[in-house]
């Protein structure tokens, strides 16, 4: 962790003069990107003719201030950039006193930025173990479904297979997602570092879970299509989700590696904080959820309608698209849809809403694998089927004399 008072690095104004000071007298790394885009931008400004009594305009070596007005606390967001254990969610501030001067530490007299906000704590610590819990407890139960699917020969077909490669997407992301948060995000050398691998395992994650998504994205085109269309060949539908669902990921996160790759800025840190060209992986994520939106919406309608057809009570056609909807929604990933209403403001709304995040996302596969195999009909049926088998010979065994008589 970060000590709580970080030393500080004043360049005020035009003369640049550098001190590194702090109740710590620790030397940090400096961020030089910001201090160039500061000094350009702001320390190069002359001081406001309002009449008004400022604090300079300052660079404390991670965060650069314009010229504050006295009395007033400036709020900026952690530098994760520089350094990567601070949580992204957090501020550091900056006090500009009453005198026209930016807060003095008591203890050593030094101005002082407060970065006691940014570490990493309990709480967020509590979001990456929900994280790592959920994404091995999706990957134990999708592998078993696995197993299960391809053991019994009664199972097999279209649906199933397309279940199954959705199910190893759920497996390769679960996995990549545990060591990149054990091998990477929980470890500051590694970070500091920057590696070729951490990156390499940061892009491999990115596109085993735009793989994830897409995979939801072809289980609703999948499913579409078949009721939509009543006469489509469903070998060659497969086919065509396979393609799509392992091939088109690449295109969007190649992109991103390059860019990301290329940019000295976001090249830092194995890539461990957000950063805008993550839209390049995340378009298509919002895309096939989006997609799959409307899929569900025309599915009830067919649904719907064609309950309406065999006159079937009211009560049972709301019964069947109830029904429909808690299967669909797990299947092609629509609560996912709640994600993006992120409160603004307050530590304990966030913290409660990256925890509803983090069980969202992680026991995603758990969810699917419950409905679709271990709690399918077909399933229940031939394992129950397997079982009474298992038992009855055991039984011959045990009574061997039952079958001479």
């Not at 009594?53 to 900026?76: H, I, Q, R």
């Amino acid at each position: 962790m970060i000590a709580a008072a970080v030393s500080e690095m004043n360049i005020t104004g035009t003369s640049h003069q550098l001190t590194t000071q702090g109740p710590s007298k620790a030397l940090f790394k400096i961020d030089y990107d910001a201090w160039r885009q500061c000094n350009e931008t702001v320390l190069q400004k002359p001081y406001p003719d309002d009449g008004r009594l400022y604090c300079n305009s300052t660079f404390d070596g991670w965060l650069c201030f314009d010229y504050t007005p006295a009395g007033e606390t400036v709020y900026k967001p952690c530098p994760v950039k520089i350094q990567p254990g601070f949580n992204p969610e957090a501020f550091g501030r900056k006090y500009c006193m009453e005198d026209g001067r930016w807060y003095v530490h008591p203890d050593t007299g030094a101005t002082w930025t407060d970065y006691r906000a940014c570490p990493l704590g309990q709480n967020e610590l509590g979001v990456i173990l929900l994280y790592i819990s959920g994404y091995a407890a999706s990957l134990i139960l999708c592998l078993i479904s696995i197993v299960v699917f391809n053991v019994f020969r009664q199972l097999k077909c279209n649906r199933v297979t397309l279940h199954q490669h959705l199910f190893v997407s759920y497996i390769l992301t679960g996995l990549l997602w545990i060591l990149y948060y054990t091998e990477v995000t929980m470890k500051r050398d590694v970070i500091q570092e920057n590696s070729v691998w951490c990156r390499v395992l940061h892009v491999l994650t990115q596109y085993i879970t735009t793989c994830n998504y897409v995979w939801m994205l072809c289980e609703g085109f999948y499913l579409h299509t078949l009721i939509a269309l009543a006469f489509t060949k469903e070998k060659k539908l497969l086919w065509i989700c396979i393609i799509f669902g392992w091939v088109f990921p690449v295109f969007p996160t190649l992109l991103y590696a390059c860019l990301r790759g290329t940019n000295e800025t976001d090249n830092v840190k194995c890539w461990v904080y957000e950063s805008s060209m993550m839209w390049v992986v995340i378009g298509p994520v919002v895309l096939s959820i989006v997609v799959n939106l409307s899929f569900v919406v025309n599915i009830l309608r067919i649904l719907c309608s064609k309950l309406r057809a065999f006159n079937s009570s009211e009560n049972h056609q709301n019964r069947r698209a109830v029904r429909a909807i808690l299967i669909l929604i797990p299947l092609l990933g629509l609560q996912y849809l709640v994600i993006p209403f992120r409160p603004s403001s307050g530590p304990r709304p966030l913290y409660i809403f990256n925890m509803i995040s983090a069980f969202l996302i992680s026991f995603q596969g758990v969810f699917v694998s419950l409905i679709f195999c271990f709690f399918n009909g077909e399933v229940m049926t031939v394992l129950r089927r397997k079982w009474n088998q298992e038992v009855a010979e055991m039984q011959c065994m045990m009574n061997p004399s039952s079958d001479n008589n």
